[in-house]
Nanobody, 122 residues
Framework: QVQLVESGGGLVQPGGSLRLSCSAS????????MGWYRQRPGKQRELVAHITEDYITNYEDSVKGRFTISRDNPKNTAYLQMDSLKPEDTAVYYC????????????????WGQGTQVTVSS
């Protein structure tokens, strides 16, 4: 009923930038929080950035000042602007939205994107 589609990953040199997008479609009533997670090789999935429906943001310490999360509610889309990328940012990045689907009398649930690979290497 709900699908999240990510785009924007790729290969970039250290110090470079990428912008990830995640768009939700389907029987959506409203979207609460939107988050970006990543899973680095050999590591557990971790929260990188999150934005509430009131546009309150928080970031994992290692990306503060380099990454910026934003959202476009009419488009049901979240973005992650990643600047000053480092090799240790190499990971598969996943979006996660907390969504209430139609009809609106259901509790919110978490939905995941399929993941997009970000590789930072010279």
């Amino acid at each position: 009923q709900v699908q999240l589609v990510e785009s924007g990953g790729g290969l970039v040199q250290p110090g470079g930038s990428l912008r990830l997008s995640c768009s939700a479609s389907g029987s959506i009533y409203t979207i609460h929080g939107m988050g970006w997670y990543r899973q680095r090789p050999g590591k557990q999935r971790e929260l990188v950035a999150h934005i509430t429906e009131d546009y309150i943001t928080n970031y994992e310490d290692s990306v503060k000042g380099r990454f910026t999360i934003s959202r476009d509610n009419p488009k049901n889309t979240a973005y992650l602007q990643m600047d000053s990328l480092k090799p240790e940012d190499t990971a598969v990045y996943y979006c996660n939205f907390r969504i209430i689907i139609q009809p609106a009398n259901q509790p919110p649930a978490n939905y995941w994107g399929q993941g997009t690979q970000v590789t930072v290497s010279s």
